[in-house]
């Protein structure tokens, strides 16, 4: 295939899906492809005029961080500058060949690869890195990705925001504002049919999607009695009415409700026509940057990972998932009024109030219990003395991405079914 061939099994260079030209697999194979190579794919991409070229990378420095591969800042001089073109840039590469994560990690970023290229439409509605190459090997579970490198902390942007520490921001409300209306911006966009054929191609929507629960009756009994646990043996963790035993018995009587018509749910969610649209399903404050223009906070969005035609609702979730429990309490409504608003005012369907509070409350029902309940015997892998942790904020947790992250979903879940009653949404499926 190429002359950076490591074997036949473990090749150092692989041809992309996309674009039909070879990238490196490997950071090692990436230093030995070099500025010829970035020629090539930005030429490929129309990112590259084809008179001008990458002449030099003039730094390259690993950046560490996220569940992809390796991960690198280059600095690369060109020919000439020219408009859209970068020479401050972010590599993101696919877990190597090794790599006992690998097979788990590497397909989510065919989605966001497919992302990227279709981001270069002129008109695309939401601000994005600039995607000057992306590539992805569905044979040999190989991607690259480069885009513009985000100034976080400069020329008027933001410095990075935290997952799971949204406490510490002055204004959370206008940052979610913010993602509210660009998710509306993006979804809108796909359904006044301005992608064309685009998105249909790219991410196709599967209303016989398969149930989103990955474990069965045993196994979530198993999980039920670890919050149980937890909620004992670490009461200082939780707020009081999501440890309180009666709640507790509340939700793990309804919890298995969820499991066991998971499939009706789903179905009258997709079913929704007018409310599926192309979202970023993982749209926290931590995957977006942020800037003030006019008196008014922008934000772009990272990590596409997740990116997919689905219910609005889902993705409301999904961006919500991470904020503090009193901020969804008083501003939820304002933020679903803002999206529904600004979704039809943007060119798509109008979607009933009503119903959209109802899959919203399916959304979470589904969404928290096929990925929030492992959070207890996470936080006691990461953190075996859990039970002496002072509280959420004590430094042992705040500091661990893992365990912080874990805490804080489990509490948005139970605290959304307690506040939202969504155990007699589930028990009238």
């Known amino acids: 295939m190429n002359a950076l061939v490591v074997d036949d099994a473990r090749p150092a260079m692989v041809r992309g899906d996309a674009l039909g030209i070879d990238f490196p ?55 000439r500058p020219q408009e859209g073109l970068h020479t401050a840039l972010f590599a993101k590469f696919t877990r190597e060949f090794g790599d006992p994560l690998r097979d788990l990690f590497s397909p989510v970023m065919a989605p966001e690869v497919r992302f990227a290229l279709l981001s270069r439409a002129p008109d695309f509605p939401v601000r994005v890195p600039v995607c000057h190459f992306g590539d992805y090997s569905a044979a040999t579970q190989c991607g690259l990705l480069i ?26 409300l206008d940052h979610y504002r913010a993602l509210t209306r660009a998710m509306a911006a993006l979804a809108a966009h796909h359904r006044a049919g301005r992608f064309g054929a685009a998105v249909a191609q ?44 009666a709640f507790l018995d509340d939700f793990c009587r309804e919890a298995p409700l969820v499991l066991e018509r998971q499939a009706v749910m789903q179905a009258w ?47 409301f979730v999904g961006m919500n998932c991470a904020a503090e429990t009193d901020f969804l309490a008083q501003h939820e409504d304002e933020l679903i009024d803002l999206l529904l608003v600004a979704y039809s005012e943007a060119g798509g369907p109008a979607i009933d109030r009503s119903a959209f509070a109802h899959a919203l409350k399916w959304s979470i029902a589904l969404t928290g219990m096929a990925w929030m309940l492992d959070a207890p015997a996470l ?20 500091d661990r991405f893992l365990p912080r992250a874990q805490l804080q979903l489990i509490t948005v879940f139970l605290d959304s079914w307690r506040r939202l009653d969504i155990g007699s949404a589930v028990r009238a499926v």
Not at 292 to 308: E, K, Q, S, Y
Not at 379 to 398: G, H, S, T
């Open 269 to 315: 969610l997709n079913g929704q026509e007018d409310m599926i649209a192309l979202c970023h399903w993982n749209m926290n404050v931590d995957n977006a940057w942020f800037w003030r223009a006019d008196g008014v906070l922008h934000c772009g969005l990272l990590d596409w990972g997740g990116v997919a035609q689905m219910n609005l609702a889902m993705a």
């Open 25 to 79: 697999t490997s950071v090692d194979a990436f230093h030995a492809a070099g500025a010829a190579f970035l020629t090539r794919a930005f030429r490929a991409t129309g990112v590259l005029a084809p008179d001008n070229e990458v002449v030099e990378i003039v730094a390259v420095k690993e950046f560490f961080g996220g569940g992809m591969g390796r991960k690198l800042w280059l600095d690369v001089r060109y020919v």
């Open 147 to 172: 885009t513009e490198r985000v100034p976080y902390g400069r020329d008027g942007v933001e410095p990075v925001q935290d997952k799971c520490l949204d406490y510490r921001m002055a204004d959370p």
């Open 379 to 398: 936080i006691a892998a990461e953190i075996p003395d859990f039970r002496q942790v002072k509280d959420r904020f004590d430094p042992e947790l705040r």
């Open 202 to 245: 790219a991410f196709p929507f599967d209303l016989a999607s398969p149930p989103m629960i990955p474990y069965d009756r045993a196994a979530l009994d198993e999980k039920l009695a670890g919050l149980r646990r937890f909620a004992a043996d670490a009461p200082q963790l939780l707020p009081e009415a999501l440890r309180d035993p």
